[in-house]
Every structure is written in structure tokens, then in C-alpha cells.
């Protein structure tokens, strides 16, 4: 699954899968560690990848570069299955005695295990760290809550644009330079290919949708003295909303087969020769590889509105933390420099395609892999993220924005009604997160 399975919607979107558990938690009690031992055992979970043996390398290491020069030091990693990571770690924050020093999460995760009281406030560390101040101000985002750090970011994830290259040739048409334009290029290679989806659209991708909803101008939320409120039923949201629901139908993407996929049928139909476009992330790029489209596409920016212009994408991947009951905070800050940093980034990306959150290693990393540059421009043209609240998980687990995707595209609610709707239960939930 790598990256892909945690950040496409809906269900495993960016490790947001059973979050319920841990967005919706009670306050645990207080579990800071009440000593901090510099040498010892220090435990670490890390997500368990599929083809996990590249990741295990490039972590080994690291753990050996930590060890060799922390003496009495030593590390046990254990790789745990991403499905059932919201049950164990939410254990782990309630019980010190069986928790690990230091986490994988995915990083909208992060206010609900703040709220929870599981990781450490790293501001401190982190600030003085110097590799950090070259950390992209996105990738930082998703490790901040309120003004505090609470962990160093791992590795980032943005969508662009896939298209199919024999296609547009044999039509005679070129890359879309703008949101109309996609819209008229996917309906035109639908007419001339009914056998092709034009643009494989998901009403149940709730990442791919966002980009419309953003380059219209809209916000999924607000945020206000820390507290969040929908704006999914804004003026500017609902001509996303609508921009984006267009493209289900028969002229594109039959509503009837489309309206119930996720990111990862999208890429699934665009892999298989389905589809001439899909919205997919770096991550997907060795799907893609795999598929009978293989030498067959490209991958451009996702165009926003204005002609030439980037829509603004989703910043997913995930980070690593220290849990706040560790009783060897100074080492796991250590550790977690160690894995994070700069030289284990660069050779996560060679081992597994994860794309590095320095600024200066991800410039590297496009020179080195040509694929890479449509997601480093789509970083550099403003990636934007999720509300920063524990509600988020609630949301994005509950379906609130699929659900309102699939009543207008079905027809069983007008977009203005399912728009108030989906809101009302957004405001539900943050009240209820607090």
C-alpha cells in the first residue's frame, strides 16, 4: 500500500482509518514519563509497508548510525499493520508500560493524538535542530498544533495530474492548462473514446475533490481563536463542489459506477487503460508503473482556474513522534532526528519513492527522477491541509464529504442542501471535539 494506502480516500486516507477511535478518545490521563534515562532500550513502531524490506534497510541504517554513537543505547523497531495502528496506539497511550518511545502516525493525525495526550511537545528540540529550519512550511504544518511541534515530519504526498500520451496524440489534443479546459478535455476524449472514462472522478475521493473545492477559492473549514467551523457550503466551495460533481455522468465518468469510487479505483481504472486521466499522487507512480499504461503517460501539475496556473493539492504523508510517556525523551528526540533527517530522507526516497520534506533534499530528488517534478511544483505552488482539529478524523471516517458528493451526483439532494447538510454535521463534530 505504501503512502497510498494511508492518504487516499475515504477510509485509509493519510492513516485516517478507524481515527474515530482515536480522534473521538476521551482525555487520557496523564502518562508523561516521570524520568529520562539516557541509555537503555528504546522502542519504536513503524507502519509496515507492502515490499517492506527496502523501508527495513534504509531504518537499520539509520538505528545503527543512532547506536554507534549513543553508547548504551540500544533500538527494537517494530514494523505494525496500518489497519489495526488506531486500536494499538490509542492503547499505547493509555497503558506507558506496553508503549513504544517513538511513533509512525499519519499527519493529520496529529491534533487527535495531541488531544488524546499521547506525543511530546518537541518545539523546543525541534526549533534548535538545524536540518528542521529547511523543512518545507506544509510538511511543518502537519506536525504543529496550536504553536507547538509535536513531532518531525517523515516523508510528504501530493497529487497531479496523469495522462495518457497515445491518447492525446491520437486525438490531437494537449494537457489541460486550466480547470475548464480539464473539464472540455475530459468530455472531449469521452465522446471520441466512449470506451475510456474521460477523467476517472471518485465520489468517494474526497483528496481529489479537494483541489477544485480549493482553486475556486473555497475552504473546507475555518478556524477561529481555535475554533473550527465548516465552509464546505460557501459560495466559493459550492462552485468547486459543482466543478467537480460535473465530471460524473455519462459524458465523463457514469455516476452510476463512479460515484462510489476512491482514490484508489481512480488509479486503479487509469493503471488498467481505463481511463485517459486520473488525479493521482507521487505515490502512485509505481501502480502506474505496474499497469498495462506503462510508457504510455505523463504526469502534469493539476490545473487550477486562471490559464497556466496550479491547483493547490492535498499535503499528505505521515511523521514520527515522541510519545509523551517515554522515559527516554533526551535519546528518542535523538532517535527521532536520526530517522527523520535529512540523509535517512534522501535514501527513503530511493528505497520506496517517499518524497523528502526538506526543501533542498526534494530539489535533489527531482533531478534525480524527472516524475518527481510535477509534485515538486505542486509543493512549491501551495499545497494546503486538512482542519488542524481532533474533529477531522470523525469527518473524514463518517463519509461527511463523500456522502455529500454522492447525493448530488445521484440527484437525491441539490447541491446547495447537501452542501448545508455535510456542514451541519461538520459543525457537530468539531463542537464535540471541543
Known amino acids: 500500500m505504501k503512502l497510498s494506502a494511508r ?13 474515530t477511535a482515536t480522534a473521538c478518545a476521551p482525555q487520557t490521563s496523564d502518562t508523561s514519563a516521570k524520568g529520562d534515562e539516557k541509555t537503555g532500550t528504546l522502542r519504536v513502531w513503524l507502519f ?50 506496553s508503549a513504544p518511545d517513538l511513533i509512525e502516525y499519519g499527519n493529520s493525525d496529529t491534533a487527535g493524538y495531541v ?22 512550511p506544509i510538511a511543518r504544518q502537519s506536525v ?45 476524449v469521452r465522446k471520441a473514446r466512449p470506451d475510456l472514462y474521460g477523467l ?22 475555518g478556524e477561529s481563536g481555535g475554533t473550527y467551523k465548516a465552509a464546505i457550503d460557501s459560495e466559493k466551495a459550492r462552485k468547486g463542489i459543482e466543478a467537480y460533481t460535473s465530471l460524473f455522468g455519462d459524458d465523463n465518468c457514469p455516476a452510476a459506477k463512479c460515484a462510489s469510487m476512491g482514490g484508489n479505483a481512480t488509479v486503479t481504472a487509469f493503471a488498467s487503460g481505463k481511463a485517459a486521466m486520473a488525479i493521482a499522487g ?9 499497469g498495462s499504461v506503462k510508457g504510455k503517460y505523463a504526469v502534469v501539475p493539476l490545473p487550477g482556474i486562471a490559464p497556466n496556473s496550479i491547483a493547490p493539492a492535498f499535503a499528505g504523508g505521515n511523521n514520527i513522534g515522541v510519545l509523551k510517556s517515554s522515559s527516554h ?10 530517522l527523520t533527517g535529512k540523509k535517512t530522507q534522501a535514501e527513503m526516497f530511493d528505497a520506496m519513492g517517499f518524497l523528502p520534506t526538506y526543501t533542498d533534499v526534494l530539489d535533489n530528488a527531482a533531478k534525480k527522477q524527472p516524475f518527481v517534478a510535477p509534485f515538486v511544483q505542486t509543493l512549491g505552488a501551495g499545497a494546503k491541509f486538512v482542519p488542524a482539529s481532533p474533529a477531522w478524523g470523525q469527518i473524514d471516517a463518517s463519509l461527511v464529504l463523500p456522502t455529500m458528493f454522492q447525493e448530488i451526483v445521484s440527484g437525491r439532494k441539490d447541491l446547495a442542501k ?17
Open 7 to 19: 492518504i487516499a480516500a475515504p477510509v485509509a486516507a493519510l492513516v485516517l482509518a478507524g481515527l
Open 48 to 97: 509496515q509497508e507492502v515490499g517492506n524490506k527496502p523501508k527495513e534497510k534504509v531504518v537499520d541504517a539509520a538505528v545503527a548510525a543512532f547506536e554507534k554513537s549513543h553508547e548504551g543505547a540500544e533500538v527494537e523497531v517494530e514494523y505494525i499493520p496500518v489497519d489495526t495502528r488506531a486500536q494499538r496506539i490509542k492503547a499505547a497511550f493509555n497503558d506507558p508500560r
Open 115 to 136: 488531544k488524546d495526550g499521547g506525543l511530546a511537545d518537541v518545539t523546543e528540540e525541534f526549533g534548535s535542530w538545524e536540518e528542521a529550519k529547511d523543512t518545507d
Open 144 to 188: 504543529t498544533v496550536g504553536d507547538k511541534v509535536y513531532g518531525a515530519p517523515f516523508f510528504v504526498g501530493v497529487r497531479a495530474l496523469y495522462y495518457r500520451t497515445d491518447v492525446f496524440e491520437d486525438l490531437g489534443i494537449e494537457p489541460p492548462k486550466s480547470q475548464a479546459e480539464l473539464i472540455s478535455t475530459a468530455k472531449k
Open 200 to 221: 476517472a472522478v471518485g465520489g468517494a475521493y474526497t483528496y481529489g475533490a479537494m483541489p477544485f473545492i480549493w482553486s475556486h477559492g473555497g475552504e473546507i473549514a
Open 282 to 290: 507521487d505515490f502512485s507512480h509505481a501502480a502506474v508503473e505496474a
Open 329 to 338: 525523551r533526551t535519546l528518542a528526540v535523538d532517535l527521532m532526528k536520526s
Open 418 to 434: 447537501a452542501s448545508d447538510d455535510a456542514a451541519k454535521k461538520m459543525d457537530a463534530a468539531f463542537a464535540a471535539a471541543g
